[in-house]
Nanobody
Framework: QVQLVESGGGLVQPGGSLRLSCAAS????????MGWYRQAPGKQRELVAT???????NYADSVKGRFTISRDNAEYTVALQMNSLKPEDTAVYYC????????????????WGKGTLVTVSS
C-alpha cells in the first residue's frame, strides 16, 4: 500500500559527501516518523538518524556532527546529508517510515525501503 523509493547511494572517497533521499507514495493519511538505518556486511541493522513529526531528531553517536536528517512533510520525503564520510560508513542504507496511517487499512504500520548502497573507499 505504501512504496518507498530511495536514491543517492554510490561510491565516494573518504572525507567526501553524499545525499540520500527517500520518497513515500501511496494513500497516506499521516506519518509519525521517518528515518534512515544501515546494515554493513555481516553486521546487524542499526539506526542512523530519525526525525519525528514533532521535530525530535535522533542520531547515532557515530554520525553526530557529520550527518543531517531533514523531511519534507507535504511530499513525505526524507533526506540524509552525509558529510566527512568514513570507510566505516560503508553499508546498505534503508529508509524507514514509521507509524503510517492510510485510508486503505494501515494503522501505525512501519515500512522499509529496499536499500541503497553507500561505499566509502579510496
Amino acid at each position: 500500500q505504501v512504496q518507498l523509493v530511495e536514491s543517492g547511494g554510490g561510491l565516494v572517497q573518504p572525507g567526501g559527501s553524499l545525499r540520500l533521499s527517500c520518497a513515500a507514495s501511496g494513500s497516506i493519511f499521516s506519518i509519525n516518523a521517518m528515518g534512515w538505518y544501515r546494515q554493513a556486511p555481516g553486521k546487524q541493522r542499526e539506526l542512523v538518524a530519525t526525525l519525528t513529526t514533532s521535530g525530535s531528531r535522533n542520531y547515532a553517536d557515530s554520525v553526530k556532527g557529520r550527518f543531517t536528517i531533514s523531511r519534507d512533510n507535504a511530499e513525505y520525503t526524507v533526506a540524509l546529508q552525509m558529510n566527512s564520510l568514513k570507510p566505516e560508513d560503508t553499508a546498505v542504507y534503508y529508509c524507514n517510515v514509521g507509524g503510517v496511517w492510510t485510508i486503505t487499512g494501515d494503522h501505525g504500520t512501519d515500512y522499509w525501503g529496499k536499500g541503497t548502497l553507500v561505499t566509502v573507499s579510496s
